[in-house]
């Protein structure tokens, strides 16, 4: 989201991590921003038809306009308010589970 914000995203992954994003923040005790990706999953499944003609089109334009067309926008701006320090939630989560991660 910190690129793009959520109307990037969607566009950019064709809403294939839209569930795995929400579990991954659920994973990481990131509670305040899985409640905001499932509002944002909700808004997006409510919107993606109508956004499909941007997607379609597939140029650097119609990418600008589906911004003003789509609900999103407010969310981004909540995303980068959120107290959650998503650093420290994934390095506190990798020091308590370490054998998640070492590959072993």
Do not use: C
């Not at 809403?15 to 929400?22: C, E, G, K, L, N």
Request: charged share 25%; aromatic share 14%; no cysteine.
């Amino acid at each position: 989201m910190n690129n793009g914000g959520f109307n990037q995203y969607y566009y950019n992954t064709d809403d294939r991590f839209a569930s795995d994003a929400v579990a991954a923040f659920e994973y990481f005790g990131a509670a305040e921003h899985a409640v905001l990706m499932r509002e944002a999953n909700a808004i997006r499944a409510g919107e993606a038809a109508s956004l499909k003609k941007y997607k379609d089109v597939g140029t650097i334009e119609a990418f600008s306009e589906s911004y003003e067309h789509s609900k999103l926008g407010p969310l981004d701006d909540r995303f980068y308010k959120l107290g959650e320090n998503l650093s420290q939630l994934r390095v506190a989560r990798i020091r308590a589970t370490p054998e998640q991660f070492s590959g072993e």
